[in-house]
């Protein structure tokens, strides 16, 4: 008994000091319920948090993206003035706008010009353009190089000037085209619209 007592520093009986433990206890186990009350909410507010910034992660990756970038020969202030200007029926059926009239030559059957041009589905989706590529197109005209509403657009037009071409299926892509990164495709023999300037006929701007 002796040793016993001096084991808890003089305590005659063992009784409180097993009440003792049992208090310890119980403030613990009443802790550890708050700390594990404030780690759940901790953890929804959390995931509350991450839910927001993941719905807004598509939103925020869009709007950091540049925009669109195409480049046109007539944009939306040439296109309203269209509006207004008369157009030409081929008996072809291809049809034009000048946009511009031109003051240098027409090109002769056989020459070539050096020309832009954008090319466009009927709801003017580009789908191909020399501008993109960065330098004008070399065609020698009445020579079948190029699509035939194209070939016979361009040989009236004079050398300055702009026109928007609608071309008529079956003087368009008889095998259409496949569509590609950024370019819808164009169905076989479907009317398109071609936008052209005509920059210079080589060998005769020369003689002017």
Do not use: W
Request: hydrophobic fraction near 40%; proline fraction near 9%.
């Amino acid at each position: 008994m002796a040793l016993a007592q001096k084991a808890f520093g003089g305590v005659k009986s063992t009784v409180p000091a097993a009440r003792s433990r049992t208090t310890v206890t119980r403030v613990c186990c009443q802790a550890n319920g708050t700390q594990r009350r404030s780690f759940l909410q901790n953890t929804a507010a959390f995931t509350a948090a991450a839910a927001i910034l993941i719905s807004a992660q598509p939103a925020a990756i869009a709007a950091s993206l540049p925009p669109q970038d195409i480049k046109v020969i007539c944009d939306t202030e040439c296109s309203a003035k269209l509006e207004s200007v008369p157009e030409v029926s081929l008996p072809s059926g291809l049809k034009y706008k000048d946009i511009v009239v031109g003051n240098g030559p027409t090109p002769p059957v056989g020459f070539q010009v050096v020309a832009h041009y954008v090319a466009m589905t009927p709801n003017l989706r580009v789908f191909d353009s020399s501008l993109d590529k960065g330098k004008p197109y070399d065609i020698r005209v009445g020579a079948g190089q190029v699509i035939k509403g194209l070939d016979d657009g361009l040989l009236d037009m004079k050398a300055g000037g702009i026109r928007r071409l609608y071309i008529p299926g079956d003087m368009a892509f008889p095998k259409g085209l496949k569509a590609a990164p950024g370019r819808p495709a164009v169905p076989p023999s479907t009317p398109v619209v071609f936008d052209v300037q005509l920059l210079y006929i080589p060998g005769l701007e020369a003689d002017e």
